[in-house]
């Protein structure tokens, strides 16, 4: 196609683009003016939507989500951690913090946790509701990088809101490597997923994986992954299944 071809073609689409980025504007007005309402006059429920909601607009893929976890996929995330166990409790894009309250409400100490939130808009957010807690602003792919100097023993469960379908094989791979590396034996990954299939493969040496059941009150429907590693050191020798580059 030559150049007039070229520049006809670019009026042509001119015109919608230019709406289209009029309407997501004003989306993004609505959306902020709506949040600063409900933070003076609804409390928190509606308020977490809107910030949800505006994360997805900015990055879609990082959030994977248009809303937070709903209550029943958030307790039964909570579930497979022992409050009563020793270590460090991590929590992987705790976004608004649905989860980390169902794991406070099953009697986790909040002092026990290590939230590693990507989004500096929620880090905020979270240091304010759970003070205790440690807050970490960073990249939860880079786990043991972004983790190096806030862990002093084996963590004793590691629960994960990423949106790892997203992802390529790779780095999910390199995620539940790190993970299991940071856990005390026999210690839960707990990941949830929208998909039908894992988000990680189901066999993986030295690792064992159960499902909950698919979780049809969550919008939309969800499914609870746990990956436990089953003696000490395993966990590295899922280095070996990362593809080569």
């Known amino acids: 196609m030559g150049l007039p071809g070229l520049r006809l073609l670019e009026r042509k689409f001119e015109g919608p683009i230019r709406l289209f980025e009029l309407k997501k504007s004003a989306l993004e007005k609505q959306i902020e003016r709506q949040l600063r309402e409900f933070e003076q006059t609804r409390g928190a429920g509606l308020d ?3 910030r949800f909601i505006r994360s997805w607009l900015e990055k879609p893929l990082a959030i994977g989500a248009v809303k937070p976890s709903g209550k029943v996929l958030a307790r039964t995330m909570a579930q497979y951690v022992d409050p009563h166990s020793e270590g460090p409790v991590i929590e992987l894009g705790p976004g608004t913090g649905p989860v980390t309250q169902a794991l406070v409400e099953k009697g986790v100490d909040p002092s026990r946790l290590v939230l590693v939130e ?22 939860a792919y880079g786990l043991r990088r972004v983790l190096d100097s806030f ?46 299939v894992s988000p990680l493969p189901k066999r993986l040496p030295g690792v064992r994986s159960e499902a909950s059941e698919r979780i049809w009150l969550n919008m939309p429907p969800a499914r609870v992954w746990v990956y436990r590693k089953q003696e000490p050191g395993l966990g590295s020798e899922t280095a070996h299944l990362l593809p080569r580059s």
């Not at 990507?118 to 990249?139: E, I, K, M, S, W």
């Not at 791979?173 to 940071?182: E, G, S, T, Y």
């Open 48 to 50: 977490d939507d809107l």
């Open 118 to 139: 990507f989004n500096a808009a929620f880090c905020r957010l979270l240091r304010g509701r759970y003070p205790q807690a440690t807050v970490v602003q960073g990249d």
């Open 151 to 196: 862990l002093y023993q084996p963590a004793a469960a590691i629960v994960s809101g990423l949106p790892l379908m997203t992802k390529p094989a790779r780095t999910r791979l390199r995620l539940i490597a790190d993970a299991l590396n940071l856990l005390a034996p026999g210690a839960p990954f707990v990941q949830f997923t929208y998909a039908v």
